[in-house]
């Protein structure tokens, strides 16, 4: 598992991960979709915190 997936599977509390799909690779971001147990989530790497605060709140508007 990428490091990046195992950081979030240790720090939030989303369940056993079941499987990982890799997505795509950009630039300068990573995109995977996560399933598990329970529910089934993306998770893209931004390298800048700015970036990702922005994404995360249109995500919030759409």
Do not use: C, D
């Given at each position: 598992?990428?490091?990046?997936?195992?950081?979030i599977?240790?720090?939030?509390?989303?369940?056993?991960?079941?499987?990982?799909?890799?997505?795509?690779?950009?630039?300068?971001?990573?995109?995977?979709?996560?399933?598990?147990?329970?529910?089934?989530?993306?998770?893209?790497?931004?390298?800048?915190?700015?970036?990702?605060?922005?994404?995360?709140?249109?995500?919030?508007?759409?």
């Amino acid at each position: 598992m990428p490091l990046e997936l195992t950081a979030i599977s240790s720090n939030y509390e989303i369940g056993v991960i079941r499987r990982i799909k890799f997505l795509t690779q950009g630039k300068s971001t990573k995109t995977w979709k996560i399933e598990t147990e329970n529910e089934a989530y993306i998770m893209k790497t931004l390298p800048i915190k700015e970036s990702a605060n922005f994404a995360y709140n249109i995500s919030l508007h759409i």
